[in-house]
T-cell receptor, first 110, second 111 residues
Framework: QKEVEQNSGPLSVPEGAIASLNCTYS??????FFWYRQYSGKSPELIMF????GDKEDGRFTAQLNKASQYVSLLIRDSQPSDSATYLC??????????FGSGTRLQVQP | NAGVTQTPKFQVLKTGQSMTLQCAQD?????MYWYRQDPGMGLRLIYY???????DKGEVPNGYNVSRLNKREFSLRLESAAPSQTSVYFC??????????FGDGTRLSIL
C-alpha cells in the first residue's frame, strides 16, 4: 500500500465549477499536510498547508483534513483554466521529510 | 531574494560518467532535501539534511551521495551514472516545521 494515495486523473471540470481533489495517507502519525501545484515542466509550488482537523480557507482554495479517516482534500472554487495543473498531496510527521502522492492532473475546460 | 537555486538546469551524461548537482538556499533554513521525479510520478526523497553536518538516506538513495557543505549548500553526486537515473531532480529547503520551498529543478538525461 502506497503511503500517500491520489487519483491520477485527469479530473476535468468546467470553468467556474468547484474542483475537488482527494488524498488518503497511511501513517497515523502524520501531523502536517500540504498541497502543491505543479505546472508541466515546472517545480512544485505550495498552495495550502493544514495541521488541524477541519477546514482552512485561503481565497478560492479550501483544505479539509479528517485525521480519523486519514483523508485530506483540496477544494478549488470558481475554477479557472489557469488552475489546470497537477496537484500533489504531501504529508509529514514531525520534522521528517515530505512523502508525496503521485499527483492528480486537473483540467479546467473553458 | 533567490530562494533555492539549482545548477545546472539541464545536463546530458553518458553511462558511467560522474557529476555533481549543486543546490544553494538563501533563506537561512536548517533543513535541505533532494528529490527525484519520474514521469507521471510524485517526488521521491533521495537524501535529506536536517541541519549542517548531518545527512540521512531517503526512499531511493542507491547510486547517490550527498554533501552538506555549509548551511546554505547541499550537493548531490552521481558517481557512475546509469540510464535509470534519468529524471528531474529537485532540491528543497525548509525552516522548523514550515513548508518546503523548491528550486527550479535539474533535468538530467543519461544515455
Amino acid at each position: 500500500q502506497k503511503e500517500v494515495e491520489q487519483n491520477s486523473g485527469p479530473l476535468s471540470v468546467p470553468e467556474g465549477a468547484i474542483a475537488s481533489l482527494n488524498c488518503t495517507y497511511s501513517d497515523r502519525g502524520s501531523q502536517s499536510f500540504f498541497w502543491y501545484r505543479q505546472y508541466s515542466g515546472k517545480s512544485p509550488e505550495l498552495i495550502m498547508f493544514i495541521y488541524s482537523n477541519g477546514d482552512k480557507e485561503d481565497g478560492r482554495f479550501t483544505a479539509q483534513l479528517n485525521k480519523a479517516s486519514q483523508y485530506v482534500s483540496l477544494l478549488i472554487r470558481d475554477s479557472q483554466p489557469s488552475d489546470s495543473a497537477t496537484y500533489l498531496c504531501a504529508v509529514t510527521a514531525g520534522r521528517r521529510a515530505l512523502t508525496f502522492g503521485s499527483g492528480t492532473r486537473l483540467q479546467v475546460q473553458p | 531574494n533567490a530562494g533555492v537555486t539549482q545548477t545546472p538546469k539541464f545536463q546530458v551524461l553518458k553511462t558511467g560518467q560522474s557529476m555533481t548537482l549543486q543546490c544553494a538556499q538563501d533563506m537561512n533554513h536548517n533543513s535541505m532535501y533532494w528529490y527525484r521525479q519520474d514521469p507521471g510520478m510524485g517526488l521521491r526523497l533521495i537524501y535529506y539534511s536536517a541541519s549542517e553536518g548531518t545527512t540521512d538516506k531517503g526512499e531511493v538513495p542507491n547510486g547517490y551521495n550527498v554533501s552538506r557543505l555549509n548551511k546554505r549548500e547541499f550537493s548531490l553526486r552521481l558517481e557512475s551514472a546509469a540510464p535509470s537515473q534519468t529524471s528531474v531532480y529537485f532540491c528543497a529547503s525548509s525552516g522548523g516545521n514550515q513548508p518546503q520551498h523548491f528550486g527550479d529543478g535539474t533535468r538530467l538525461s543519461i544515455l
